[in-house]
């Protein structure tokens, strides 16, 4: 590791030397890359998808061979897969369901290790997904405080950004529905509020998972008035949507996944023109 | 392999505003550029050191955590957090009976039959804050599995917030277990304020163990069945409803070195410090050999190793 290292530090003069017009290129074209990924593979290991794991003797055997893995399988679900992302993109990450799209940003949030390939990243990621369930027997308000507190924010700020947070969910429309427990709300409100705690903050790269696909109308209109300003907060954002029109409305560039495999990277209108065609297949 | 990659990116080039235009930058592999932008890798597991700060930087979190879960705790039930205090009480009156009156416990206990109840409620008390610092560490990370897979945070705060949580706990069930050692005669004395740093070592011992168990109960979910078992033959070898030493010398003549090193587990270790510190008629005599440093030692041991295992694992949990 530290002989990599040091490589990488020797041949970084030699680069910079030929590339005093390559700094001037990037000061012109503010072409900075936030996420790149590099020929990256996951694999999922998942107990109890073997066959056989209710029968005892068949546990047991496994135990006495010890056999790395008894009861477990591996779903390899994204196969190498390379991009960059830059500073200020809208990226639509799109495919058929079980396509690899959310394992992808998982892993670029560093929540799901590579197996092999790396992402390299600017800052820590946030993913915002619909599986992301908060902690269901505590008020809404509570999860308010602790999601902001976990992803590092002050008391202050919370404390500032509290009112703003639970008014863009829209949580309290319809009554004090903030200190009830978050397992009273429905799917929708839920995952309003969580879009709307993740949102409170400024990311460098966020990553949204469907969860604009629960909110209503109202709703989608004012998270995605958010993305653009995330954008313009020099972020980069990734969204996963099965909503065309709203990677269209959102995104420049596209990633098609398909099977874990990048199948085509480019401007959305160009990306999405094949998928429909696959699609509609 | 990196030459593939820029194959792709420069199909993709053709593209005006979603990939940059022809720069040396093309010429840089994935790794150059990165470490030319300061990138780092997503996911990797932090120094030592920078895991502290990490971790020292989330102490909101984590103090907000473990009081969330105090108070959710029972928020389906009735009677709420009465049963906080309850639920321990319930269990030493349960042991009063079996072990106190039907099978004789009561025998040898310093300073007589009737000291039997502070020394049982004590025992029982300070063992369920370690039982259940084990119990929950093992579930720590399993059990929030939906956090550590949306948020990213030290997944240290889980375990520790677990043993927090459960020192938080054992202060609301002090306030009880002072009232029933006056009701027994044992009134306050400076001898008391031996509990804090008996508490603070025991905490430091429990939070050590809910780290391991965190690491070992997130690869092996099987653990968190397995368990109960473990942590019930571990209160009965530590003596916590009868006096280990007269139990096992007089009454079931056993050899002296199984007492000495009964008496020098962890759990029986904190549970004579605290008696010790609340019952007047417990004396020094009754406590084993370098009981101080056996605390000190259980606490610094397990709880700076417990930090550095749960560690080594940090970038692994949440798979699958």
Redesign the interface.
């Known amino acids: 590791m530290a002989v990599?290292e040091h490589t990488?530090?020797s041949?970084?003069p030699a680069?910079s030397g030929?590339?005093t017009?390559?700094q001037a290129?990037?000061a012109a074209?503010p072409?900075?890359?936030?996420?790149?990924?590099?020929?990256l593979h996951i694999v999922?290991?998942?107990?109890g998808g073997a066959k056989g794991r209710g029968s005892a003797t068949a546990a047991l055997n496994r135990i006495i061979r010890r056999k790395p893995g008894g009861g477990m399988r591996e779903v390899h679900a994204v196969r190498g897969v390379?991009?960059?992302a830059?500073r200020g993109?809208a990226i639509g990450l799109i495919g058929s369901n079980g396509s690899g799209k959310s394992t992808l940003l998982?892993?670029?949030?560093?929540?799901?290790?590579?197996e092999s390939g790396?992402?390299?990243?600017?800052g820590?990621?946030?993913?915002?997904?619909v599986?992301?369930?908060?902690?269901n027997?505590?008020t809404g308000e509570?999860n308010v405080?602790?999601?902001g507190?976990?992803?590092?924010m002050?008391?202050e700020e919370i404390g500032r950004r509290y009112q703003d947070i639970v008014d863009f969910s829209g949580i309290n429309e319809k009554g004090d529905f903030i200190t009830l427990?978050m397992r009273t709300y429905s799917s929708g409100m839920a995952a309003r509020l969580?879009f709307s705690i993740a949102a409170a903050k400024n990311h460098d790269v966020l990553m949204i998972d469907e969860a604009l696909a629960t909110g209503d109308k109202k709703f989608q209109k004012r998270s995605e008035a958010r993305i653009r300003e995330l954008r313009k907060e020099a972020g980069t954002v990734f969204l996963v949507s099965h909503n065309n029109k709203s990677i269209r409305d959102t995104c420049?560039?596209v990633l098609w996944l398909e099977k874990g495999q990048?199948l085509l990277?480019?401007?959305t209108d160009?990306v999405l023109k094949e998928y429909e065609k696959f699609t509609s297949k | 392999?990196?030459e593939?990659?820029h194959d792709?990116?420069d199909s993709?080039d053709s593209?005006?505003?979603?990939a940059?235009?022809p720069?040396?930058?093309d010429?840089?592999t994935?790794?150059?550029?990165?470490?030319?932008?300061?990138?780092?890798?997503?996911?990797?597991r932090p120094s030592l050191p920078d895991y502290v700060r990490q971790l020292w930087?989330?102490r909101?979190?984590i103090l907000?955590?473990s009081r969330?879960?105090l108070t959710?705790q029972y928020?389906?039930a009735k009677l709420g957090q009465l049963w906080q205090v309850a639920t321990p009480l319930l269990n030493a009156a349960v042991y009063f009976f079996i072990f106190g009156v039907l099978l004789g416990g009561r025998d040898g206990t310093p300073g007589g039959k009737e000291n039997y109840v502070p020394f049982l409620v004590t025992g029982v008390f300070v063992f369920t804050f370690t039982q259940t610092s084990v119990l929950n560490g093992v579930r720590a990370i399993s059990s929030n599995l939906?956090?550590?897979?949306?948020?990213?945070?030290p997944r240290a705060?889980l375990p520790i917030s677990v043993s927090l949580q459960q020192l938080q706990q054992l202060l609301f069930s002090m306030i009880v277990l002072i009232v029933i050692l006056i009701g027994f005669g044992q009134f306050p004395a400076w001898s008391w304020l031996l509990i804090v740093p008996t508490l603070v070592l025991q905490f430091g011992f429990n939070t050590g163990l809910a780290l391991i168990m965190a690491r070992l109960g997130s690869k092996t979910?099987d653990l968190a069945q397995l368990m109960p078992f473990v942590t019930r033959t571990w209160m009965y070898a530590s003596g916590v409803m009868f006096p280990l030493q007269h139990m096992l010398q007089t009454r079931a003549s056993a050899p002296g070195w199984l007492v000495d090193v009964l008496q020098a587990n962890p759990a029986a270790v904190y549970m004579d410090l605290m008696r010790f510190a609340f019952i007047d008629e417990y004396t020094g005599a009754d406590l084993p050999p370098h009981v101080w440093a056996l605390a000190l030692g259980w606490a610094v041991v397990v709880g700076l190793g417990g930090f550095v295992f749960f560690w080594k694992a940090e970038?692994?949990y949440?798979?699958?």
């Open positions: 990599a990488e530090r041949g970084a680069a030929q590339g017009e390559a290129a990037v074209t072409w900075v890359p936030t996420v790149i990924a590099e020929d999922y290991r998942v107990y390379s991009f960059t830059y993109q998982k892993a670029v949030a560093g929540l799901l290790p590579a790396r992402v390299y990243t600017d820590q990621p946030s993913l915002l997904g599986n992301a369930a908060m902690m027997d505590l509570r405080i602790l999601g507190l976990a992803m590092g002050s008391r427990p969580r420049e560039r990048l990277d480019g401007p160009e | 392999m990196s593939t990659t792709s990116a993709a593209a005006v505003g979603v940059p235009p720069s040396p930058d010429r840089l994935p790794a150059e550029l990165a470490a030319k932008y300061g990138l780092s890798v997503s996911g990797a930087a989330r909101h979190f907000a955590f969330a879960k959710a928020s389906q939906g956090l550590v897979r949306a948020l990213h945070f705060s979910p970038e692994r949440g798979r699958g």
